[in-house]
């Protein structure tokens, strides 16, 4: 059997190019139509056009993830 290589996480990950955090929600489709619905029910209009534009922006991110 062959030697096991060990393998540093600098070897694997740039430097400084990565941040820690935790995984608060995936952005799926629900996750989206779920902050549209949010948009219909607000009575406020400000706050309307704010979350409809941060459901248009998720929904080009379907799939990926929102970290803390």
């Given at each position: 059997?062959?030697?096991k290589k060990v393998v540093s996480m600098d070897e694997v990950v740039p430097n400084k190019q990565l941040r820690k955090g935790i995984v608060a929600q995936e952005v799926t489709s629900d996750f989206v139509?779920?902050?549209y619905e949010k948009a219909?029910?607000?009575k406020s209009e400000k706050r309307r056009k704010e979350y409809l534009a941060i459901a248009e922006e998720l929904s080009k991110h379907?799939?990926?993830y929102l970290v803390e």
């Open positions: 059997m062959g030697e139509l779920e902050i219909k029910k607000t379907i799939g990926k």
